[in-house]
Nanobody, 118 residues
Framework: QVQLVESGGGLVQPGESLKLSCAAS????????MRWYRQAPGKERELVAT????????DYIDSAKGRFTISRDNAKKMLYLQMNGLEPEDTAMYYC???????????WGQGTQVTVSS
């Protein structure tokens, strides 16, 4: 049974940091491209960051470049998102996604809420 469980969200002030984690189980983690998405109230879900299977390549949306770092630990089957310099615009539910190369949609976690407010 595939499971993705996010954690690490919370309420922080602008400029502070958070590290999100996603624990994976039920599939061969090293074979999957991993992504972080987010969805703010009233907005569509957007892709924030992508990391390839080996962890050697990462891509980010423009607003995350220089502030966010995606990483993975294939031995522990963990995905991470280090978020620095958080801004109110980063407020959203954050989801991790596992997708086998060449397939659509993939698997989703239940999300973790990030709120940035003074």
């Amino acid at each position: 049974q595939v499971q993705l469980v996010e954690s690490g969200g919370g309420l922080v002030q602008p400029g502070e940091s958070l590290k999100l984690s996603c624990a994976a189980s039920g599939f061969i983690f090293i074979n999957y491209i991993m992504r972080w998405y987010r969805q703010a109230p009233g907005k569509e879900r957007e892709l924030v960051a992508t990391i390839n299977t080996t962890g050697h390549r990462a891509d980010y949306i423009d607003s995350a470049k220089g502030r966010f770092t995606i990483s993975r630990d294939n031995a522990k089957k963990m995905l991470y998102l280090q978020m620095n310099g958080l801004e109110p615009e980063d407020t959203a539910m954050y989801y991790c996604n596992a997708r086998y190369p060449g397939t659509a949609n993939g698997h989703w976690g239940q999300g973790t809420q990030v709120t940035v407010s003074s």
